[in-house]
């Protein structure tokens, strides 16, 4: 059974860096595309980046040049660099496992995966 576990979350003043981690156990398949999304307090959940089984990486406009995806095939671990952090970037951030690669849709499919979210504050 695929388990996601995120980690890295807390609460850091504007400008700051945070990177989470996602740990994967379980069989993924390789093809899989894996992927981070947030969710604002009282918003949607919204794509931030995605990254495919060839390693090229996808990113919301939002986070372009600020937040860096990147894993770790060996330790099973998905990874989120994120730089100058914004107010705006509060969100419950999960990482996701599926066989879309489509960071602007939002979702997943039903082959997909989700994590239980790390907690992302911003305070200026």
């Known amino acids: 059974q695929v388990q996601l576990t995120e980690s890295g979350g807390g609460s850091v003043q504007a400008g700051g860096s945070l990177r989470l981690s996602c740990a994967a156990s379980?069989?993924?398949?390789?093809?899989?595309?894996m992927l981070w999304f947030r969710q604002p307090p009282g918003k949607e959940r919204e794509g931030v980046a995605g990254?495919?089984?060839?390693?090229?990486?996808t990113y919301a406009d939002a986070v372009k040049g600020r937040f860096t995806i990147s894993q770790d095939n060996v330790r099973k671990t998905l990874y989120l660099q994120m730089n100058d952090l914004k107010r705006e970037d509060t969100a419950m951030y999960y990482c996701?496992?599926?066989?879309?690669?489509?960071?602007?849709?939002?979702?997943?499919?039903?082959?997909?995966?989700w994590g239980q979210g790390t907690q992302v504050t911003v305070s200026s």
């Open positions: 379980g069989y993924i398949d390789s093809s899989y595309c």
């Open positions: 996701a496992a599926d066989t879309v690669c489509s960071v602007p849709a939002g979702r997943i499919s039903v082959h997909g995966y």
């Open positions: 990254i495919d089984s060839t390693g090229r990486t």
